[in-house]
């Protein structure tokens, strides 16, 4: 996928996550969409931002170190959202209050692996690799 394609994907699911957070907070909209909506679009948009897919020649100091590989950005954002999720089970009034729902940690895994899926597809071009490789 080119520059312009993520940075496409980025803007839908920033707007996607906003709707989704609007229906759950006014209880618009059918229940699948409210509840699991927000968990397929906000891990996705963290991985885009995490990978810097959106803007290849921004430099962050979180890209060289979390998001330097498909694969570390990947894991990291699923183990981070599963870690909240089951939060909400044995910790209910900690820092991520919530009911506790699989599906949920089932959709934060979709989510994520549509992006890594296109990540993984996308040929990175020589010099965005040289710049951005750690010695």
């Known amino acids: 996928m080119s520059t312009r394609g993520w940075q496409w994907l980025f803007w839908a699911l920033l707007v996607a996550w906003v709707t989704f957070a609007v229906l759950e907070a006014t209880g618009f909209g059918p229940y699948a969409i409210r509840a699991y909506g927000a968990d397929l679009a906000v891990p996705a948009w963290l991985y ?12 962050r100091v979180i890209r060289r170190h979390l998001g330097r590989t498909p694969q570390t950005a990947a894991g990291l954002l699923f183990a981070a959202s599963t870690a909240t999720e089951l939060s909400q089970r044995f910790v209910p009034n900690g820092p991520f209050p919530g009911t506790f729902d699989p599906r949920d940690i ?12 296109l990540d993984r597809r996308t040929p990175l071009r020589a010099d965005f690799r040289k710049r951005n490789t750690v010695n």
Do not use: K, M
């Not at 885009?48 to 430099?59: A, E, F, G, H, Q």
């Open 48 to 59: 885009i931002v995490l990978r810097s897919l959106d803007n290849p020649n921004r430099r």
């Open 106 to 117: 089932a959709s934060f895994g979709v989510g994520i692996a549509i992006v890594y899926w």
